[in-house]
């Protein structure tokens, strides 16, 4: 990537900046910042030795060809940095130094910044500690920091609803999601998204936060709210900052046309009296395969492999075989068992009968795929088909 040295002007003074090829702010001299802010008041004394262990990303970078190498800060950490001596100024009670605070956060704002958003420590400690969060008032999540990215322990948030994580992460669109939040960079790089972590009570799958709220989301609407007050509180303490997430109720509405005539309100009456009939007639339509889609599906808590497998258009027995090779499931007579690594994909299922006093009463137990096993074994039968189709393509070529 080509950078460039340049300056911008703040309270009439140069500041040195490093950007790139685009034009877009990614160092901040630090120097040139304390010298700016210590010159009006001394209520602010900012010290950029000092700034090593409140910001973890700051460096050492030469702001001239051949110059001795200056502490350098990213621009989201300014902002940071200046709310948080705006505050000193406040409890000193110095306005000059308050309002500059101020100019010098807004300035930071408004600068364009490039490179991936940063993550700072907690104002004045070495080592970001763990924060652990309890959800209902007991079950514990953890949160900390792994090489400047906040991450979770999603294994702890997982047991809760006896879920496991490393299921989710991979369903196909899980992988899709990770990618996409990676290359649009509402997220980490997609290998710095997850970590495990190994050892005797010490091992879990840790996610970058941003991922971690699709996970939570997966667990549920209750555990989502919660996950999003633990970011929330991590946000007021400097642990992240936060991400506007558009909500998808905010998107423009598309333009309503506005009649110029009693004629043209009558046309636009019509068409739109069409259309809706058109829609009601798709909805009527549709309706028995939506209805048998939730009857089947959406509204069954568990499935055999045999419905998987007429799902497939396949036979219990490949199925079981093709899950086999891929080590989901082995064979212990007389029956077809789940690896432990997969035995989060599958639930208990009581046979009832019922007495001749109508009292039901549990006979045994038979093991049933859940939602998300079903849908990992259709993507695994479906993505290896598919690849073998076009390997077969590529070879006929």
């Known amino acids: 990537m080509r950078r460039k040295i340049s300056t911008r002007t703040f309270e009439q003074r140069q ?5 790139d090829e685009n034009g877009k702010v990614i160092w901040v001299n630090l120097g040139d910042i304390c010298a700016t802010l210590t010159r009006v008041s001394t209520a602010v004394q900012v010290d950029a030795e000092q700034m090593r262990t409140m910001y973890p990303q700051n460096t050492k970078i030469p702001f001239k060809e051949g110059g001795r190498p200056l502490w350098a800060i990213k621009p989201y950490d300014l902002q ?9 100024a406040a409890a000193a009670q110095d306005g000059a130094a308050e309002e500059i605070c101020e ?56 047991h809760i609803f006896q879920k496991q994580v490393t299921c989710w992460l991979n369903l196909a669109p899980t992988r899709k999601l990770r990618k996409e939040m990676a290359v649009s960079g509402t997220s980490a790089v997609y290998d710095r998204q997850v970590k495990t972590t190994r050892g005797r009570n010490r091992g ?10 699709k996970f939570a989301q997966m667990l549920g609407p209750e555990f989502l709210e919660w996950y999003r007050s633990c970011i929330a509180e991590l946000t007021r303490y400097g642990y992240v900052i936060l991400e506007v997430e558009k909500d998808a109720r905010e998107e423009a509405v598309p333009e309503i046309p506005v009649p110029q005539s009693f004629e043209d309100a009558q046309q636009i009456i019509e068409r739109q009296w069409k259309e ?27 499935f055999r492999s045999t419905q998987v497998a007429d799902e497939l258009g396949t036979t219990p027995r490949l199925l079981h075989h093709f899950l086999k090779e891929h080590g989901v499931c082995v064979f212990e007579s ?64």
């Open 103 to 158: 100019r010098l956060d807004l300035w930071a704002c408004n600068l364009p910044k490039g490179g991936e958003r940063p993550i700072m420590r907690l104002p004045g400690a070495k080592v970001w500690p763990d924060k652990e969060f309890r959800f209902r008032g007991q079950q514990a999540v953890t949160f900390r920091s792994e090489d400047g990215i906040l991450m979770v322990n999603a294994t702890q948030a997982g």
């Open 204 to 213: 879990a799958t840790w996610l970058e936060y941003r991922l971690g709220m």
């Open 276 to 302: 809706i009939c058109r829609l009601q007639n798709i909805i009527r339509e549709n309706k028995p395969k939506v209805d048998y889609y939730l009857h089947l599906v959406e509204q069954r808590p568990s």
């Open 334 to 397: 007389p029956k077809w068992v789940v690896t432990p690594k997969y035995q989060s994909l599958q639930c208990d299922v009581p046979y009832m009968r019922r007495n001749k006093h109508g009292r039901l009463y549990v006979i045994g137990h038979a093991k049933h795929w859940t939602k998300e096993g079903r849908q990992f074994v259709l993507e695994l039968w479906r993505a290896y088909h598919q690849d073998a189709l076009t390997q077969q393509q590529s070879n006929g070529l």
């Open 15 to 19: 500041i040195r900046v490093l950007t």
């Open 80 to 88: 940071r940095l200046a709310q948080h001596y705006k505050e000193l």
